[in-house]
Structure formats: structure tokens, C-alpha cells
């Protein structure tokens, strides 16, 4: 129902404030973790400039220096990945798989897509709460009528469709990763280690989530579980080298890419990146943004 150009406006400003919020923490582009994070980028995005919407985007990076291990993508290109994300991820296959995904959800137009089924959901919703004053007697029993009904409509409709199109996101960040010549056996792993991570830090705090309470939280939450994405990438990887083969890519190492797994209740390693320590008083933000080239291919030899 929506376009991303009419949203265009609104996602300019949050970034503005993203930057102001950030200013102090962004990494200039020539740090090392930056070059980490513009490497797996810049191959991702070059190896699929073919694929839909990614010439129509203008691919801007930012790097924050943050314990947060999270990266996201605004759905007009320009990419936020903070350093935290880079204790998590092994390697540079790995973090492809995390910014593959992100960038699929700006590739696929997602925030529209969510805004456009909020928007119906709620003119539905409007109609019937409109329809269900005017019958009920108690208006305390109206309130608390329409609080069930609005919870419903989320654990109904928008919490699955979240949890659908972050599958979707997998399924093609899976895609543009063995485009891009990753080793996208480590998609699996990835949240295989996720999985594992979360369970030991569960075990240190002494928290433990049955296995009903965890099906019900499955249905509270916008994403899926690590398990089950691991799951889903795991039956669909054959796919995967099979696309990576057809794109000349070179042969996938015989090490087994899961060899790590068993080691993950040895407490790891942190390793933060550099403060940078330039002026952090100006409002120019270019030294802490890459923009990225697409027109040349970044294909390994």
C-alpha cells in the first residue's frame, strides 16, 4: 500500500538522529573493524548487483563501537553495524550471513510491507471496536474487549508475518551470500552458535525455559528461534552450493565448518575496538561513512 519514497522523508530524519545519537561512538573508516565490515559488504553487494533494488539504492556504511551485537539496514541503504556483532561472528563468512540477512530485508522492502498490513489490521480493528462500543453496555467491558482484540490481532497476524518475513530473510541472505562466494555451510552454524550461546548464558544465570514455556514465547516473539532458523538454512544449503557452484565461485574448503561448536561453554574471548579519539564535536559525519561501489565485482580469485 505505501512506497518507499513516501517514507523516504521519515527515514532521513531517524537517521539524523541516529547519528546525533551516536556521535562519539562511530568508527572512521579507516579502523579495522571497519574494513572488516566494508569487505563482506561491498563482495555481497557487488556479486548481486543484478538482483532487484540494489542498484536502486545508494549503500552508505556506519560502524558504531558498541557491545551491542546487532546490525540493521534502513530500508534507503544506508547500513549500521555495530562492533559487538563482530565478537559473535568467527570469520568474515559468518558476519556475511548477519549483514546478508539485514541487507535482504532493505532488498525485499519489509518496513512497507509491515506498515502496510499495520494499516489495514488497524482500519479492520477501528471498524469493529467503532461497531463494539456502540453495543456494549459497560463501557468497562467495551475497554477491556477491545485491549483482548488488539492483542489478538498481534499474536494473530503481525507477530506471524515478522516471524514469516524474517524466514524470508534468511532464505535470501542465504542466496546473495553463495552469490557472493561465502562459505554459506556457516549459515547453519552461525545460529547453531546462537543458539548454544544463549543456552550457556541461560546456565550461568541459573535460567531455565521449559519446553511449553518455550513454545509459547515462540508465538510472543517477532523472530524465530535460533533452532529453527538454523534448521532452515541447514535443509536449504545444498541449494546454496549448488547456486555457488553456477556462479564460478572456488571450491568450498573440505573443513568442517561446525567444528567449533563443542567449544563454545569456554568463556570467549572480548576484544573491543579502538575508541577513535579525533574531534567528535562536528556535525560531519563523512569520515565515518563509506559509500559503497557496486559497478566492479569483488569475486575472489
Same mark, same amino acid.
Given at each position: ?45 557487488? %556479486? +548481486? ?6 542498484? /536502486?539504492?545508494?549503500?552508505? $556504511? &556506519?560502524?558504531?563501537?558498541? @557491545? ?117 555451510? %556457516? +549459515? ?6 546462537? /543458539?548454544?550461546?544463549?543456552? $550457556? &548464558?541461560?546456565?550461568?544465570? @541459573? ?95
Amino acid at each position: 500500500m505505501f512506497t518507499i519514497d513516501q517514507f523516504e522523508p521519515l527515514i532521513e530524519m531517524e537517521k539524523d538522529m541516529l547519528f546525533h545519537v551516536l556521535k562519539g561512538t562511530l568508527l572512521p573508516t579507516d579502523h579495522t573493524a571497519y574494513k572488516t565490515v566494508q569487505n563482506v559488504i561491498t563482495q555481497i553487494l557487488k %556479486e +548481486n548487483a543484478n538482483a532487484p533494488n540494489v542498484r /536502486q539504492r545508494k549503500w552508505r $556504511i &556506519s560502524v558504531v563501537e558498541s @557491545e551491542q551485537q546487532n546490525a540493521f539496514v534502513m530500508p534507503t541503504g544506508h547500513i549500521f553495524v555495530f562492533s559487538g556483532i563482530l565478537e559473535i561472528a568467527k570469520n568474515e563468512n559468518q558476519l556475511a550471513v548477519v549483514l546478508g540477512h539485514e541487507l535482504s530485508h532493505a532488498l525485499l522492502d519489509h518496513v512497507v510491507e509491515l506498515h502496510s498490513l499495520q494499516f489495514c489490521t488497524e482500519v479492520g480493528a477501528l471498524a469493529f471496536v467503532t461497531w463494539l462500543w456502540s453495543v456494549l453496555a459497560s463501557k468497562w467491558v467495551a475497554f477491556f474487549a477491545t485491549v483482548l482484540m488488539y492483542k489478538a490481532i498481534k499474536v494473530a497476524f503481525i507477530l506471524p508475518r515478522h516471524r514469516l518475513l524474517e524466514r524470508e530473510a534468511d532464505t535470501v541472505g542465504l542466496n546473495l551470500t553463495a552469490k557472493a562466494c561465502f562459505d554459506v555451510r %556457516e +549459515n547453519s552454524v552461525f545460529w547453531t552458535r546462537m /543458539q548454544l550461546l544463549g543456552a $550457556i &548464558s541461560d546456565k550461568a544465570r @541459573e535460567h531455565h525455559v521449559g519446553d511449553t514455556a518455550r513454545t509459547i514465547l515462540s508465538y510472543l516473539s517477532t523472530h524465530p528461534s535460533h533452532e529453527e532458523r538454523a534448521n532452515l538454512l541447514n535443509a536449504a544449503t545444498p541449494k546454496a552450493i549448488e547456486l555457488r557452484q553456477k556462479c564460478n565461485c572456488p571450491p568450498l574448503t573440505t573443513a568442517d565448518a561446525s567444528s567449533d561448536l563443542d567449544k563454545l561453554k569456554i568463556l570467549l574471548a572480548k576484544a573491543k575496538p579502538a575508541r577513535h579519539t579525533g574531534d567528535k564535536s562536528k556535525n560531519d559525519w563523512e569520515p565515518y561513512v563509506w559509500d559503497v561501489n557496486i559497478s566492479t565485482s569483488a569475486k575472489p580469485s
